[in-house]
Nanobody, 117 residues
Framework: EVVVVESGGGSVQAGGSLRLSCTAN????????MSWYRQGPGNECELVSS???????FYGDPVKDRFTISQDNAKKTMFLQMNGLKPEDTGVYYC???????????WGRGTQVSVSS
């Protein structure tokens, strides 16, 4: 059974925007640092962004100044606003806690993001 449900992906042209959502199934994010990861053609699980329970954020160098991570007040849904998308952003996006043993392709099915030139 899934622990999280990722949604909001799609196919866009370079420079476009998408907003991804991650909904918790049976828990809230208030006790967990949470992150977005992505898995591209190389099959590497790449950390994209993190939102810690103390409110601090982290962004990987490739997405700095383009992506914004946030959560709703109920701590049930996490978002990733993606602006200025590039073809290199193409991949399957997953959400997970950095403290969990698995990050990609485990807790949820992920959501596909495809960016064309």
């Amino acid at each position: 059974e899934v622990v999280v449900v990722e949604s909001g992906g799609g196919s866009v042209q370079a420079g476009g925007s998408l907003r991804l959502s991650c909904t918790a199934n049976g828990f809230t994010f208030d006790s967990y640092d949470m992150s977005w990861y992505r898995q591209g053609p190389g099959n590497e699980c790449e950390l994209v962004s993190s939102l810690r329970i103390d409110g601090t954020t982290f962004y990987g160098d490739p997405v700095k100044d383009r992506f914004t991570i946030s959560q709703d007040n109920a701590k049930k849904t996490m978002f990733l606003q993606m602006n200025g998308l590039k073809p290199e952003d193409t991949g399957v996006y997953y959400c997970a806690s950095p403290g969990w043993m698995e990050h990609c392709a485990y807790w949820g099915r992920g959501t596909q993001v495809s960016v064309s030139s």
